[in-house]
């Protein structure tokens, strides 16, 4: 997934430590295949008319807002940012390798993610989120219950992980919901850097 030079391998850590305070939105996820960051069925995958709203209510609020991907999924993230009014240097989907993603989560005053791997990063590394569940419950896969610092919206009920269509629980939820979770989610634990 290489792509641009300076959000890849040789210089991710620096460019996304520059963006400090911005809202990560991992919104895209199409193909059946598990790339980083991705949902590997559509049946964890929730409407772009949704993510968008997100995206507009974060960036109404005040914050900068980034969409992530793979490159096959940049149209669909160039869609959601225009419908939320987000130009199109928003859009990090095709641009980044996993190294990185990393970064740019690590960076990331919040997330906001689909049950993909953008989530476990930012559990890894103690970034505040806010993760989509549908077919799977969030025992399974979701953030530790300990955590007060993730929010696991679930609605409670399974379906086909496998689906090709988005799993009727995960279109339960609301982009409101997710906007509440993000505004009530508390600031990121204190980091230990290594010596």
Known sequence: ????????????????LALCGLVLLAACGRRARRRAGRAASGARR????RWAAVARAEWAAGRAV??????????????IAAAAGLGPEAVLAGRTDLIGLAAVVVAAGRVACGDTGVAHLATAFGIPSVVL?????????GPPPDRPHHRA????????????????????????QVVTALEALPGAPPRRLAA
């Open 153 to 176: 919206l679930w609605a409670g009920r399974r379906g086909d992980p496998h689906a090709s269509e988005p799993d009727p629980g995960l279109l339960e939820i609301s982009a409101e």
């Open 66 to 79: 980034l969409l992530t991907g793979g490159l096959d999924e940049r149209p669909a993230a160039g869609r």
């Open 1 to 16: 997934m290489g792509g641009n030079a300076s959000l890849g391998r040789s210089g991710g850590k620096a460019a996304a």
């Open 46 to 49: 929730w409407p772009e008319d």
């Open 133 to 141: 569940f549908g077919p799977t419950a969030p025992a399974e896969w």
